[in-house]
């Protein structure tokens, strides 16, 4: 036969293999943190890149306008006289070229030539860094772009290069006539070589950001192992965790956002705790309650005697009222279990006087109840009626089994509280007492045979809890003890009540006897 344990292992590991595999929360931070970092750094790179490129292209267009408002100005000039410091027109447009190119300072990545009708006719004496010497297509391109006799700025990219070029046509005139011959200065910006210079920046911009980006991803990743080392303690511990051992706490280290959540798990483990630790209680406490009468069924029917009518009717008897009382303590689980629900309580409108009243008609039916009412406070609050009466004769009755008959019931409003009273005037209750009374199963030592479950005044607390409120006992003047249900008065819909021990015009609440 298969093991099924080990079939359970078998599958538990098919699973865990099926499983998607989850990305780390550490890993999840440093990723988000870099690639947001990264878009910041490609977008400012792309942004100064673009700008800076502009820039540069515009600068080489502000230099070839400047170029050529020297050109124009050397012709406009005109040359010098001999041995004068009078100067006159140009002879010829060919001898103002050569003035032009022989004056000019050509700047980096740049080219300079002069055309005398159609072929290149001057070129600098230096070398450039852009040779236009045999530039021919060039210069045929120009002379089409050049027809209309007027300078022009523009872009020439044929043959594998990109230039940005000053095409300027010269005329030189004597005063009563035009010399015909053409001549034209040209300048060239060769724009991938201009450009190249800040392309080796935008590489060291890259670099450098890939540089940063490895730093903030390290310092990301030691950073985020520092901030969820106690994350993952939670974890180890919440894994260790069973109901058999509560016993482990995280330790609280700081005072930032994770100090304050393993506070929080710890004290969800402390209140994990307790509900283990009440839950074991409870069930021995039932164990043991349901011992009792069980062991008295079984050892009365083992000695009845069947053949004796006497004996077999005292033992029905016997066991039917240890059964009542079996069902008596089950229906008083069940209440305490239904007070531990999402919603033990449902709350309503209710006026306080008409409900005293009813629970005082009510508690006169208990047996030996001698019932007067108290002060009684007027007013409407929002409370659960029906539990307010069940925690209420609970009270009456054990005021009655306990106190000897004599009970008084009373209300008041004391600023946002409402407080109901149960008065007896027996023996009260032993100040040893007045801690543990409202536990489970816990039942006085002053009256005999008084016969309950014992939950009696622990449903009283779990009502009194679940409307935001306490129940406490107390020593009476004159004798006696003075349960007292202490609840929230919140007001309810409709017409406001004060809540107050005054109204608003500052006298006294009244309370009606």
Known sequence: MTDPSSSANRRSRIADALRPQLVSVRTRIVAAITATLAIGLLA?????????????????????????ESARFIVSEGEAADDTADRRPWDSA????????????????????????????????????????????????????????????????????AWRYLAAPLVVEDGTTTVSTPAMFVMVYDIDAELAEFNGTARVFVVASLITLAIVALVGIIVATRLLRPLRHMREIATRVSA????????????????????????????????????????????????TPITIVHGHLEVMDPADVDDVRSTQALTLDELDRMGRLVQDLSDAAALHGSAPVHLEPVDIGDLIKQIARKAQGIAGAEVERGKTAE?????????????MLQLAQNAVAYGGGRIVISSRLSGRWLQLSVRDFGPGVPDDAKETIFD???????????????????????IARAHGGSVRVDDAAGGGALFTITLSARPADGPATPTSDESPGGSPRTEKE
């Open 94 to 161: 060919p001898e103002a070229l050569r003035a032009v190119v022989e004056r000019m300072s050509p700047d980096d990545n740049t080219g300079v030539m002069g055309m005398v009708a159609d072929e290149i006719s001057l070129v600098p004496g230096v070398r450039l860094d852009v040779d236009l010497s045999g530039a021919h297509e060039f210069a045929a391109y120009l002379l089409d772009q050049t027809a209309g006799g007027e300078p022009i700025i523009g872009t020439y990219a044929e043959d594998g290069v």
């Open 379 to 391: 007013g409407v609050v929002a409370l659960d009626a029906n539990r307010i009466t069940q925690a």
């Open 440 to 462: 489970r199963f816990r039942r006085g030592t002053t009256a005999e045979g008084v016969h309950g479950s014992g939950l009696g005044l622990n449903i009283v607390q779990l």
């Open 44 to 68: 400012v790179g792309t942004a100064v890149y673009i700008v800076e490129r502009q820039s540069d292209l515009d600068q080489m267009d502000d230099r070839l306008r400047a170029n050529l």
């Open 244 to 291: 058999r051992s509560l016993d482990e706490r995280i330790p609280v280290v700081g005072k930032d956002d994770v100090a304050d959540l393993a506070r929080t798990m710890n004290a969800m483990l402390d209140r994990l705790d307790d509900a283990l630790d009440s839950q074991r209680r409870l069930l021995s406490d039932v164990g043991h309650e349901l011992k």
